[in-house]
């Protein structure tokens, strides 16, 4: 048999000794796959960093850099900003060599962060979290140009990080969480999902509150208290952007060559939304949707919480149906969104890959999808073309089924269908859940440790 660290094999004379891992269970196979993605990464990203240029999202941090520094606009300090203020933090830091090297900057960031990310998924050893990483690097790739454009490229691998501390290090975990948080509001959801249902959910909370109260004292030394919560008005302003789930029937109205029916540039914020025939309507309910969405999520988690108790897999899928929901219900939408989904899996295969097959597949899928529409066909989708529409209303439809398989874990685990033991298969390690670090042993074909 074969498995990472533990397994053995006998040789000629009796003797005992470890069998070589398989290659891509080795640091220095990760560490090679790593490099070369992010090697790859760079050159892609070579001629807006020789230029002094910026590409996607980057333009308008940069913008919001430059003007805070030279006419003291600080989105969400003294002008409303579109995400959280703790947003400015990765911005200003990108800004800190100057707006010729913003690209460079950002790009060194979202690595050293993808970097540690990968590193806590590896660490320990386990073949489950060299599946994971590579998992991670795969998703990574495919999302590629909305993650090293977006402050999601940022939040990511601090979910990770921070979902893998939970357990060890909740102080630790609860800080990176919630930083993260506080830079995109939907790393909130993974926090909700941890304060409700893990064992070390009140450090986290301390930990969280603490964040939250500083970043409020800093606000208010900086006179920025009537600004503190002004993204939220800023996106319940906005309309149905094209790649959002609800949007799918305009998207098929303007495909069809309905002439009420259309496509418009938001310049502010640098998005293209959808008009026709009841679109007020849609973004209407979509507010009260969403938030009735989550509570029954956060209802569901508690029952499940009430009849199994704390555990690691109900964290996992709790944060995932909260997510995928806030995903699928949102009026916007956009292709960076797909991230907020990965750190969850990656995770999640990390602590039993057999369990996380479907999200894990699915997401890939929809990963590429996604990079598919936007940005290679996104000029063909926002003229109406068919092909663009159809890869959109798949990516839009495999999210609603991921959902769906995060709501129904929830009740096979409350009924018991879902074992503490993640589907074990001989050969593999076992992930044990409940403890504080996850205890990773051999199993032989009978489910007898080795």
């Known amino acids: ?32 796959g790593f490099v070369a993605l992010h090697a790859f990464f760079l050159v892609t990203l070579a001629p807006a960093i020789l230029g002094g240029g910026v590409d996607g999202d980057l333009g308008l941090y940069r913008s919001w850099a430059l003007g805070g520094l030279h006419h003291g606009q600080w989105p969400g300090l003294s002008v409303p900003g579109v995400y959280p203020v703790g947003a400015l933090a990765p911005i ?35 073949s489950t979290g060299y599946r994971a990483a590579w998992w991670w690097m ?33 102080v630790v975990a609860g800080v990176l969480l919630s930083v993260a948080a ?24 301390g930990a969280a509150v603490a964040v939250s109260t500083g970043v409020v004292v800093a606000v208010a030394s900086l006179g920025g208290m009537s600004h503190l919560t ?12 094209l790649e959002a789930p609800v949007t799918t029937p305009w998207v098929w109205m303007e495909a069809l060559g309905a002439s009420n029916t259309y496509v418009w540039n938001n310049t502010v914020l640098s998005t293209e939304e959808v008009h026709g025939p009841g679109d007020g309507v849609a973004v209407t309910l979509m507010g009260i949707a969403m938030p009735i969405a ?18 690691p897999e109900l964290v996992l899928l709790g944060a995932l149906a909260l997510v995928t929901a806030l995903f699928v219900f949102n ?25 996380w097959r479907v999200p894990a597949t699915v997401l890939l899928v929809i990963a590429g999808l996604t990079t598919l529409v936007f940005p290679t066909m996104y000029s063909h989708l926002v003229d109406g073309d068919l092909l663009p529409a159809v ?60």
Request: charged share 15%.
């Open 182 to 205: 506080w830079i995109k509001v939907w790393p909130a959801a993974v926090v909700l999902a941890v304060v409700t249902a893990h064992r070390r959910r009140w450090p986290v909370l």
């Open 391 to 450: 890869a959109l209303t798949l990516r839009n439809a495999l999210l609603v089924v991921l959902m769906g398989w995060a709501v129904a874990r929830l009740f096979a685990l409350r009924r018991g269908s879902v074992p503490a033991l993640l589907h074990v298969r001989a050969g593999e390690e076992r992930v044990e859940a409940g403890g504080g670090d996850h205890d990773l042993r051999t199993v032989d074909a009978h489910g007898q440790p080795t």
């Open 331 to 355: 009026k916007v939408g956009s292709p960076q969104y797909v991230l907020w989904i990965g750190p969850i899996v990656a995770v999640g295969i990390r602590q039993g890959p057999f369990g």
């Open 92 to 126: 200003l830091a990108a800004a800190v060599a100057g707006p010729f090297f913003f690209q460079l900057v950002w790009f060194a960031m979202v690595t050293a962060l993808n970097a540690l990310a990968t590193f806590v998924l590896v660490r320990g050893g386990s």
């Open 230 to 241: 002004g993204f939220l008005g800023t996106q319940a302003d906005r309309g149905l952007q």
């Open 1 to 32: 048999m074969s498995a990472v660290d533990e397994s053995v094999e006998i040789d000629d004379v009796g003797q005992v000794t470890p069998a070589p891992a398989p290659w891509w269970a080795r640091r220095r196979s990760v560490l090679a």
């Open 294 to 311: 989550l509570a029954l999520v956060l209802a569901l988690i508690v029952w499940v919480l009430r009849g199994v108790g704390p555990s």
């Open 138 to 170: 795969a998703f990574l790739l495919l999302v590629y140009p909305v993650d090293l454009l977006r402050l999601e490229g940022i939040t990511a691998p601090l979910v990770v990080v921070g979902l893998l501390l939970v357990a060890r290090r909740p």
